[in-house]
């Protein structure tokens, strides 16, 4: 009988090689993650793992499921149950889920029990550091500071729909692994621009540009900015999302060698 439940300490190994059958990811960095989030860490369990689940708080009042992997579609349904449960008691209103183009079952599921599509997202690779450009040279970069704040919260509510948005809590304090850097032109903050880079990967997270500072070499300038980041890192791999729509920053990331490599799911519910 599958049981689903926290993994105890013992399990993490069992859980990472079980999580390698899905992605490639930072392992070190998926290890901690589940050391100091225990309550957000779920597995299936049988006479071994079968599937897991984790998540995180999107913003104070949306609860996020990262990955939902199960040997079986009744085992990822499960998994999604007992995190929505969870995020409940956590007084989250809405749970948002990923899931990749492939898991059409889970995808049917959660379509027929409350949640819908919000966004239709391509996954892009870069496995070499070259660029074709250094984009616009007029454009001053510099690391985020707090009193920007306001000028970037502009540049959010501007440029991404109200549940891409981060929270001005989010953005004051980003995650420690991430870069966080400021595009300015004629002093005014024009775009932002986040990245991180681990065990030899990098993903470019984030970026931004001001609807009227668009096609100026903005996004270029960011990317090659991104690039020269992940080469001081020493990165073999970088990955990012795009919305399925923004057909312009897919044409900007393949401008920059990126390939598309996939497809997922932004679905998410009120609880």
Same mark, same amino acid.
């Given at each position: 009988?599958?049981?689903?439940?926290?993994?105890?300490?013992?399990?993490?190994?069992?859980?990472?090689?079980?999580?390698?059958?899905?992605?490639?990811?930072?392992? *070190?960095?998926?290890?901690?993650? $589940?050391?100091?989030?225990?309550?957000?860490?779920?597995?299936?369990?049988? #006479?071994?793992?079968?599937?897991?689940?984790?998540?995180?708080?999107?913003?104070?009042? /949306?609860?996020?499921? %990262?990955?939902?992997?199960?040997?079986?579609?009744?085992?990822?349904?499960?998994?999604?149950?007992?995190?929505?449960?969870?995020? %409940? %008691?956590? =007084?989250?209103? =809405?749970?948002?889920?990923?899931?990749?183009?492939? &898991?059409? &079952?889970?995808?049917?599921?959660?379509?027929? @029990?409350?949640? @819908? /599509?919000?966004?239709?997202?391509?996954?892009?690779?870069?496995?070499?550091?070259?660029?074709?450009?250094?984009? =616009?040279?007029? !454009?001053?970069?510099?690391?985020?500071?707090?009193?920007?704040?306001? #000028? $970037?919260?502009?540049?959010?509510?501007?440029?991404?729909?109200?549940?891409? &948005?981060?929270?001005? #809590?989010?953005?004051? @304090?980003?995650?420690?692994? /991430?870069?966080?850097?400021?595009?300015?032109?004629?002093?005014?903050?024009?775009?932002?621009?986040? $990245?991180?880079?681990?065990?030899?990967?990098? @993903?470019?997270?984030?970026?931004?540009? $001001?609807?009227?500072?668009?096609?100026?070499?903005?996004?270029?300038?960011?990317?090659?900015?991104?690039? *020269?980041?992940?080469?001081?890192?020493? !990165?073999?791999?970088?990955?990012?999302?795009?919305?399925?729509?923004?057909?312009?920053? &897919?044409?900007?990331? %393949?401008?920059?060698?990126?390939?598309?490599?996939?497809?997922?799911?932004?679905?998410?519910?009120?609880?």
């Amino acid at each position: 009988m599958m049981e689903i439940r926290n993994p105890t300490r013992d399990e993490i190994e069992e859980l990472i090689e079980f999580k390698k059958k899905f992605s490639d990811f930072p392992e *070190k960095r998926f290890r901690e993650f $589940v050391k100091n989030n225990h309550d957000l860490v779920y597995i299936a369990f049988e #006479e071994s793992i079968v599937g897991f689940s984790y998540g995180y708080l999107w913003r104070e009042d /949306i609860g996020a499921i %990262k990955e939902v992997r199960a040997m079986q579609t009744d085992g990822e349904i499960s998994l999604v149950e007992t995190m929505e449960k969870m995020f %409940k %008691k956590k =007084n989250c209103r =809405n749970v948002r889920v990923w899931i990749d183009e492939n &898991q059409e &079952q889970l995808k049917e599921y959660l379509l027929t @029990h409350g949640y @819908h /599509i919000t966004t239709e997202l391509l996954s892009f690779e870069k496995s070499d550091l070259a660029y074709s450009t250094k984009g =616009n040279p007029d !454009v001053t970069i510099k690391k985020f500071e707090e009193r920007y704040i306001d #000028e $970037v919260m502009k540049i959010e509510e501007t440029c991404f729909s109200p549940e891409w &948005q981060t929270s001005r #809590e989010g953005l004051l @304090h980003p995650p420690k692994n /991430i870069i966080f850097d400021l595009a300015f032109y004629d002093k005014k903050v024009i775009g932002y621009l986040m $990245v991180s880079a681990e065990e030899e990967r990098g @993903h470019y997270a984030r970026v931004a540009v $001001v609807p009227e500072f668009r096609r100026r070499g903005i996004g270029s300038r960011l990317t090659y900015e991104a690039i *020269k980041f992940f080469r001081e890192e020493n !990165v073999k791999k970088i990955s990012l999302r795009t919305p399925k729509d923004d057909i312009p920053a &897919q044409n900007l990331y %393949k401008k920059f060698g990126f390939r598309e490599v996939g497809a997922e799911y932004d679905l998410m519910k009120e609880i």
